[in-house]
């Protein structure tokens, strides 16, 4: 039988009130809490709470706080990095960043969903889909982006996307939903 953390990392309902679970978002809570009150000064001090919150040694990566997120193991980071002012990541299943990603102020990223039936959605059950972001994104400033969607290499998201579906590489998205606005050619 699955874990609810199990369950939870694989897509299907859970209980986010299981204790482990409970347990995961406090750890973090307490880590990106330290992290967002350190001084710019304190360039070790920041890296090392970010490798305990990601549990993982990111090469590169520079995170300028107030910065928040849910569990912080389930994000996968490539190389160089950048995340503005504000991000938010709802960890709840994976997020793979690749590699050269940028994310301007107040990008939101959420896994997190619910189900669509009042029933189910107050028996306290959720559940979640992986968020796939290619390599040398860039996205624009107050851009969400939902759960399931995956962005291909060399993506650019307007400022103020909500970003709803998956999109192919070499493309500008912009709007409410995101539709490709122009073709790159990155020949």
């Not at 694989?10 to 809490?33: K, W």
């Not at 490539?78 to 107040?106: H, Q, R």
């Not at 990008?107 to 559940?127: C, D, F, M, W």
């Not at 979640?128 to 994104?137: E, R």
Request: charged share 20%.
């Amino acid at each position: 039988m699955k874990s609810e953390k199990e369950k939870m990392i694989a897509g299907e309902l859970y209980y986010p009130t299981d204790p482990e679970l409970v347990e995961g978002r406090r750890q973090a809570r307490i880590i990106f809490g330290k992290y967002n009150t350190t001084s710019p000064d304190e360039t070790e001090k920041r890296k090392k709470l970010l490798d305990d919150l990601f549990q993982q040694h990111p090469i590169n990566l520079y995170i300028e706080p107030p910065f928040y997120c849910d569990y912080g193991p389930n994000i996968q980071l490539g190389e160089n990095i950048y995340m503005n002012y504000n991000c938010c990541i709802l960890d709840v299943s994976t997020v793979k960043i690749g590699n050269n990603v940028m994310f301007a102020p107040n990008v939101q990223i959420y896994t997190a969903t619910h189900p669509l039936e009042h029933k189910a959605r107050n028996s306290g059950l959720e559940y979640a889909k992986s968020i796939t972001i290619g390599d040398n994104v860039w996205i624009g400033g107050n851009s969400v982006i939902c759960a399931g969607v995956t962005l291909g290499n060399n993506v650019v998201v307007g400022a103020g996307s909500v970003v709803t579906k998956s999109f192919p590489k070499d493309v500008v998205i912009a709007g409410n939903p995101a539709k490709i606005i122009k073709t790159i050619d990155n020949g």
